[in-house]
T-cell receptor
Framework: DAGVIQSPRHEVTEMGQEVTLRCKPI?????LFWYRQTMMRGLELLIY????????DSGMPEDRFSAKMPNASFSTLKIQPSEPRDSAVYFC??????????????FGPGTRLTVT | GENVEQHPSTLSVQEGDSAVIKCTYS??????FPWYKQELGKRPQLIID?????GEKKDQRIAVTLNKTAKHFSLHITETQPEDSAVYFC????????????FGTGTLLAVQP
């Protein structure tokens, strides 16, 4: 298994531009999570999906952020327009949820976003 | 909201010594407590986890203890080695029908050779 795949690995963009981050979860996993990591705020959960349905988006900072999961093998996180304070590492993670049991979240390699 | 506090934020030990990282959580319904290790520039990776029906779990040099009454759980690393140097995160699941994790703020562990 290739694990969680994220693209791009690095993104440098100018303020005001649209940014789209992509994630392919591990095959068979039914939960997908988007996290943002910065030195100041640590690891923050932005949004997560179960069975392609957004369950909790309370961590999405502003309306500039949106996420979609059109099918079980693909998700996007979009920032429009981007701002310098959005600079961070964005991780996607996936796991298997069965009943009320929690299972390990597997993280992707992350996308390092720099907004100038 | 629910939160997880983690201490210390930085920890420096000599190679061969033990290291202990402590976390407290606020949601009494939490029942899953994973620990992640993140090396510089890498992704977080699970190193050990514990569920609420167990008080202690050990895997070679690492162990985790859980005190549900006090809402405390701790990571213990014995015979530390330089390759243990990393940031360690604790996390707690939210209660109810959710697999959402609340992460601690991380502990930077430095093992001096």
């Amino acid at each position: 298994d290739a694990g969680v795949i994220q693209s791009p690995r690095h993104e440098v963009t100018e303020m005001g531009q649209e940014v789209t981050l992509r994630c392919k979860p591990i095959s068979g996993h039914n939960s997908l999570f988007w996290y943002r990591q910065t030195m100041m705020r640590g690891l923050e959960l932005l949004i997560y999906f179960n069975n392609n349905v957004p369950i909790d988006d309370s961590g999405m900072p502003e309306d500039r952020f949106s996420a979609k999961m059109p099918n079980a093998s693909f998700s996007t996180l979009k920032i429009q327009p981007s701002e310098p304070r959005d600079s961070a590492v964005y991780f996607c993670a996936s796991s298997l949820m069965a009943g009320l049991a929690e299972y390990e979240q597997y993280f992707g390699p992350g996308t390092r976003l720099t907004v100038t | 909201g629910e939160n997880v506090e983690q201490h210390p934020s930085t920890l420096s030990v000599q190679e061969g010594d033990s290291a202990v990282i402590k976390c407290t959580y606020s949601d009494s319904a939490s029942n899953y407590f994973p620990w992640y290790k993140q090396e510089l520039g890498k992704r977080p990776q699970l190193i050990i986890d514990i569920r609420s029906n167990v008080g202690e779990k050990k895997d070679q040099r690492i162990a985790v203890t859980l005190n549900k009454t006090a809402k405390h759980f701790s990571l213990h690393i014995t015979e530390t080695q330089p390759e243990d140097s990393a940031v360690y995160f604790c996390a707690a699941s939210l209660g109810g029908a959710t697999n959402k994790l609340i992460f601690g703020t991380g502990t930077l562990l430095a093992v001096q050779p």
